[in-house]
């Protein structure tokens, strides 16, 4: 007959195993580059080619096999500076900067698809980041 603590310690080990083959929530940080003029920290959304990319804008996430893993819904953005010289004027050349929570397998890299064309989603410091152009 096995240990108690044998048993236990078997237990905890296939706990751990188990929670590490499943999914966790990641931050995903897409930056749209479009250079539309804004006001910093104000509600966008992708402009010209890129108008796809807006609040309420279902989209999927595919794994490196390329089956889909996740999807939901694309929140509001939000107007980061484009240029990091101070034009001292309200309204700047910006990128508009979505930011969303999405439960995925652990993994480096994955395709966030909203109409179209993936965009690679890279892990960079404990965020999943995408840009385009």
Do not use: W
């Not at 509600?43 to 996740?70: I, N, P």
Request: glycine content about 10%; overall charge neutral.
């Amino acid at each position: 007959m096995p240990h108690p603590r044998s048993v236990k310690l078997a237990g905890v080990l296939a706990l751990v195993l188990a929670a590490g083959c499943g999914n966790a929530s990641a931050e995903v940080k897409l930056l749209v580059r479009d250079g539309t003029v804004r006001a910093v920290g104000s509600e966008c959304s992708g402009t010209g080619a890129y108008a796809a990319l807006h609040r309420s804008a279902k989209f999927t996430v595919r794994g490196a096999e390329g089956k889909q893993v996740a999807e939901g819904v694309l929140p509001a953005g939000k107007a980061v500076a484009a240029l990091e010289e101070d034009l001292k004027v309200p309204r700047v050349p910006t990128f508009c900067e979505l930011t969303f929570a999405v439960s995925l397998p652990v993994a480096d890299t994955y395709d966030l698809v909203v109409e179209g064309e993936p965009i690679r989603l890279q892990r960079k410091d404990n965020q999943l980041v995408g840009m385009v152009p």
